[in-house]
């Protein structure tokens, strides 16, 4: 009996210390080979404020059927790990001493050596491979100014591009099956605490909310093998499907929720989960409406967050670009009154178009005329934050954009409304300042503050 009774002692002193060392993993049989990142501390906001999620340091562990290994033995952090389309290769942010800026690596499985990727003089983190030939592109998160841009770049680490001009900090959290960037941003794109979807395509054009219902925090996006796209919220899970405009709250068990769900062949997904914020993340497996969540890796001092199948996935289309080399962009709102706002008819008069710069002072670009169904046509200045003010016939505001959009070097856009959403189509008639003029009233320079009215 003493000796059983050591011999348990034994086996629970052995447990304990692997739960205190992070070693703690399940030894499910439908369990895949993934990739994690352990931190003593993860602040999945921090980065709305231009600060490190990491600032305790984190590192990516490799767990298949040979055990649990660190991904990058040699760095003094690692995070963000995100798999080519081939399953192959992981990108990842990487500090190879303390005192480093993050920056972007790549290591080719199985046991290859990291080759750097970006060098710039501050961080760059959160990459995701974009689709290519040869996943030749890379998009990434890189601190300017005091704030997270959005970049696209080879995956040589040349030819860099910003993809958002807004006074918001931006960080990227998946690529679409439809090519464009899913990111998170301050709502409405600075102007606000709350986090917010967002995408934009691979040159910075076309930037807009998933969706328009702009009550909930969210952050932390993906996009599931249904299409849907599942994303923490203040009430746990929620996702956007294309069936609703507004999101689907999921039906998940209690706790709180980081984000960053992989999903697995099976259809079981992997997440960060937690019973309340004083609690450390935990990975958990998880078969959507189920009753209980399964532990996969534990650590009692530590989050465990970003689960990253080790697999193939679906290449996303590419996306072709449709930008001219024009100085300049077009906007043509088709009607200003098809919105979320109410308004009554006919009181639509013009419409004013600010920028900001990187004081944060705002300065009036130009006024130009709206018809009476509700169209305008401007052409703006490009890669700089631009705001719209709607204003009735006495110069009275009617509503003025909280927030700031973009548009890039020689897009051409058309929006239905006023903050109608992206779901919403179109009126099928051609607006009546296209009647009037196919030139657009050109609010590019400050000097054009008095552009004719619409009528």
Known sequence: MRARLILFCTFSLIVA???????????????????????????????????????????????????????????????????????????????????????????TLPGGQPRRVTSASTDCIRPFYLPGPVDDRVAYARKAEGRFVIEVADLNGENPLPLTYGPANSLPSDVLRDGRILFEAAFPLGADARPEIYTVYSDGSGVESYRCDHDNVRYQGKQLNSGDIVFASAAGLASFTSARAQEVPISAPAGEYAG??????????????????????????????AHALHPLVSEEKADIIQPTLLADHVVPKRHPSALHDWSYANLLCLNAYTSKYQFAAASIHSVRLYTRNLA??????????????????????????????????????????????????????????????????????VPMILLKSTTPADLTRASAHNASGGR
């Not at 990142?37 to 990516?60: C, K, N």
């Not at 990108?91 to 920056?103: I, V, Y």
């Not at 130009?366 to 204003?391: C, K, Y």
């Open 260 to 289: 960053d769900i992989a999903e697995t062949a099976s259809g079981d997904w992997l997440l960060s989960w937690r019973a309340n914020a004083k609690a450390h993340f935990q990975l958990m497996q998880w078969t959507p409406a």
């Open 17 to 107: 210390g692997l739960t205190r060392h992070g070693l703690e993993v399940s030894a499910a049989a439908n369990s895949p080979s993934f990739l994690y990142t352990v931190a003593q501390s993860y602040e999945p906001l921090a980065w709305m404020h231009g600060a490190d999620r990491f600032s305790s340091g984190a590192t990516i562990f490799l767990r298949d059927g040979k055990g649990r290994r660190p991904l990058a033995p040699e760095f003094a952090a690692s995070a963000d790990s995100a798999i080519s389309f081939d399953g192959r290769r992981v990108l990842f942010s990487g500090k190879q001493q303390a005192k480093d800026p993050w920056q972007i690596w790549e290591i």
């Open 360 to 429: 944060g002072e705002t300065s009036l670009l130009g006024t130009a005329g709206v018809e009476p169904d509700g169209s305008f046509f401007i052409q703006v200045p490009t890669e700089q934050p631009l705001q719209i003010e709607l204003l009735d016939a006495a110069g009275k505001t009617l509503r003025r954009e909280s927030g700031f959009f973009w548009m890039r070097r020689g897009e051409q856009r058309i929006c239905v409304g006023c903050h109608a959403g992206p779901e919403t189509a179109p009126e099928n008639a």
